[in-house]
């Protein structure tokens, strides 16, 4: 039996984008690009880190979307971009527009938290 190892990667969306993330995917346009304000990256809580998301959804309550991604294609593409969050010990990821491609090949769910 050959089975996949996966990752999952958990992001709070704001009111009303969550389904939009799940139908649409990640696109550029909804993470404009404009600094110093905004950087264009998608922040996800990284694997082992749930409880990042879980924070920011009590602020922004539409619920925590989840990535599964293939173990080898996140540690080839995603894992170099972790980094401590503030300085803690939850960790961020924040994934740049030209990896949205490959986000987006993978199943999005919305959980209510």
């Given at each position: 039996m050959n089975t996949i190892q996966t990752v999952t990667i958990y992001k709070a969306t704001q009111k009303?984008?969550?389904q939009?993330?799940?139908?649409?995917?990640?696109?550029?346009?909804?993470?404009?690009?404009?600094?110093?304000?905004?950087?264009?990256k998608c922040y996800f809580a990284a694997p082992n880190s749930r409880?990042?998301?879980?924070?920011?959804?009590?602020?922004?309550?539409?619920?925590?979307?989840?990535?599964?991604?293939d173990a080898v294609i996140y540690e080839r593409y995603f894992k170099p971009l972790e980094r401590p969050y503030q300085g803690g010990e939850q960790v961020e990821l924040p994934i740049p527009h030209d990896l949205?491609?490959?986000?987006?090949?993978?199943?999005?769910v919305l959980r209510p938290r």
């Open positions: 009303g984008k969550g939009h993330l799940v139908e649409q995917g990640f696109q550029p346009a909804d993470f404009p690009y404009h600094p110093p304000i905004v950087d264009g409880g990042l998301a879980e924070e920011y959804h009590r602020y922004y309550k539409d619920g925590i979307l989840e990535v599964t991604i949205f491609p490959i986000l987006n090949q993978y199943p999005r």
